[in-house]
């Protein structure tokens, strides 16, 4: 069964640091690419990162230079790593991907439209204080 699961979100201050991981289930990471949105209250799904299959890392403007995702294959689990976080960044965050794409969607778009993914997890809380 697909399945992604994010972990490692929470609260924390302005200017503080977390790591969110994306754990994949039901598939290997090896020919996929990851990406991770998020959603703030009243506000439109929007796109955060990605990892392309080949392990490269693209970035939304608004994170980029603060934000870096990485891979680890074997242990099917694509991390963000946030830094100097700001209370804007405060939303839920989901990893998603389009499986099985026949189209190099991560560093083909800028921004990403959630649209393209077809598989996402149940999303995760960040929450940033001022």
């Known amino acids: 069964q697909v399945r992604l699961v994010e972990s490692g979100g929470g609260l924390v201050q302005a200017g503080g640091s977390l790591r969110l991981s994306c754990a994949a289930f039901?598939?290997?990471?090896?020919?996929?690419?990851i990406g991770w949105f998020r959603q703030a209250p009243g506000k439109e799904r929007e796109w955060v990162s990605c990892s392309s299959s080949g392990g490269s890392g693209y970035y939304a403007d608004s994170v980029k230079g603060r934000f870096t995702i990485s891979r680890d294959n074997i242990k099917r689990t694509v991390d963000l790593q946030m830094t100097g976080l700001e209370p804007e960044d405060t939303a839920v965050y989901y990893c998603?991907?389009?499986?099985?794409?026949?189209?190099?969607?991560?560093?083909?778009?800028?921004?990403?439209?959630?649209?393209?993914?077809?598989?996402w997890g149940k999303g995760i809380q960040v929450t940033v204080s001022s």
């Open positions: 998603a991907t389009d499986l099985y794409s026949s189209r190099p969607w991560c560093g083909t778009y800028n921004p990403l439209s959630p649209s393209v993914m077809d598989y």
């Open positions: 039901g598939f290997s990471l090896d020919h996929e690419a």
